[in-house]
């Protein structure tokens, strides 16, 4: 599992280890592991031009300890002082090893920035002189190694109302911090590599699951199973309009955890689905869990999807099944799927504002409608009604391709109809469905049937122990 804490998190349990250790100790520990980053970054130390942007704090401390050990080795540092507070032992550590003071010229000829500006204690947002620096390297096309995370970004939202660095790596401290996770900063990012500084840190509010939560998550047939005890789903998708939603649907479910697969629909849908999987049953029957929505266009029964959300049994709602969601009732086993012009809607408010705030719309329509929320988008978010959250980060851009949501919910379904509880199988879910795509697509296009047709193989890789950079 990958944890994501607060600023406020943070700042505790360093100050509880900060007690029990020398003075600098924690600063130490976070420039070796930044310096040891960088020149693995670079790929060279002897010779190489670094150049360090310093604002007041103590991130650009650490920006000018990780100067003095690359400059020790052999590279020309350079610092560039945004503020005239710069961190007093660390610039003059810096100057003792051979490193000097310069200025905003100096990005033009650097191998790699780093972006010691502002960390955790920083607002968003980047000042004129900061701002002028990180655009050098932008139009020379420098590199940025972020300390601890892009400057300028919002730290515990992910968001990023105004200017911030686009990092190339970003090297992080004691735990992933929330912008690390959910888009847009974690976009900002670049690859997020940890140091380990020995912070004890309580449970986090926001986690990421890795292969080895999948596979322990994922719901397997015993010796014992049958059809009907590995879980049924009872699939309402697909109309006139948009026959081709229920087949990639019930492509993603039967690539899910389930024994059988019920359809219920128009008869020339129902038709179209059992070409494509004549084991699927078409017709009312016992199901452990229900996937409505995608592709029901004008022909979404309203009641009908009241009276499923009110029954005991899980439902996930997606698409157009998503107009008969209300307020009332309890939903504790419903999990909804929506894309953010989706939740926009359900919220009353622009889709611009959901993708901009994506982390503090998942949480509010989970609270609003006591359901869990899978937000779907390049990182997708799942949120709970208590304000739990996870984030799937893995997907490929290739994903936004259509029909890949009705994948998405068939497979989810299914998890749900195996035994999931709504976090598990959107998180499960959404994790399987990007592995999904990341075989697919193999770096180029894929439709979402090719998805769905990875599902399988992407399952056995985790089931395996296999990493496939889900
Ligand atoms: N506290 C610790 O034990 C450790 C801290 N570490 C580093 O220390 C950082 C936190 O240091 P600080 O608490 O000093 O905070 P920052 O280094 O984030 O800097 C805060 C300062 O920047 C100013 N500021 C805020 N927003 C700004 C903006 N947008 N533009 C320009 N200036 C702005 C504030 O007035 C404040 O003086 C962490 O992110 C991490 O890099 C690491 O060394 C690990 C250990
Ligand atoms: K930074």
Known sequence: ???????????????????????????????????????????????????????????????LYAGEKLARRGAGVIAVLLSDKAHPAGLAALLVAGGRVGSTEDIATADVVVDGIVGIGGRPGLKPQALAAVQAAEEHGVPIVAVDMPSGVDVDTGETPTEHVKAALTV????????HLIDPAAAACGPVHLVEIGLDLPPAGVQSLQTADVRALYPLPRGESDKYSRGVLGLIAGSSQYPGAAVIAATGALAGPIGMLRYIGPDSVAEAVR?????????????????????????????????????????????????????SGDHDEVLI?????????????????????RLK????????????????????????????????TNATAWLATAGAGDVLAGLCGSLLAGGLNPLDAASVGAYLHAAAANLASAGG?????????????????VLLEIDSGG
């Open 1 to 63: 599992m990958r944890h994501a804490h607060t600023v406020e998190q943070v700042r505790a349990a360093e100050a509880e280890l900060m007690a029990r250790l020398p003075e600098g100790t924690l600063m130490q520990r976070a420039a070796t592991g930044l310096a040891v980053a960088i020149s693995n970054f670079i790929g060279h130390v002897y010779g190489a031009r670094v150049v360090l942007l310093v604002g007041s704090g103590d991130n650009g401390g650490d920006a």
């Open 172 to 179: 992080t401290f004691g735990t992933h911090k929330i912008c």
């Open 275 to 327: 070409a494509a999987h004549p084991e699927v049953v078409a017709g009312e029957g016992r199901v452990q869990a229900w996937a409505v929505g995608s592709g029901l266009g004008d022909e979404l029964d309203v009641a009908k999807v009241r009276e499923l959300l009110d029954a005991e049994e899980p439902v996930l709602l997606d698409a157009d099944g998503l107009k008969a969601l209300d307020e």
């Open 337 to 357: 799927t929506p894309h953010a012009g989706e939740l926009a809607r359900l919220l009353g408010v622009e889709r611009t504002v959901v993708e901009a705030e």
């Open 361 to 392: 719309h998942a949480r509010m329509a989970a609270e609003q409608f006591d359901v869990t929320v899978l937000l779907k988008g390049s990182t997708t978010v799942i949120a709970r009604p208590d304000g739990e959250v996870r984030v799937n």
């Open 445 to 461: 296009p894929a439709t979402a049937i090719q998805v769905a047709g990875k599902v399988a193989e992407a399952t056995r890789l």
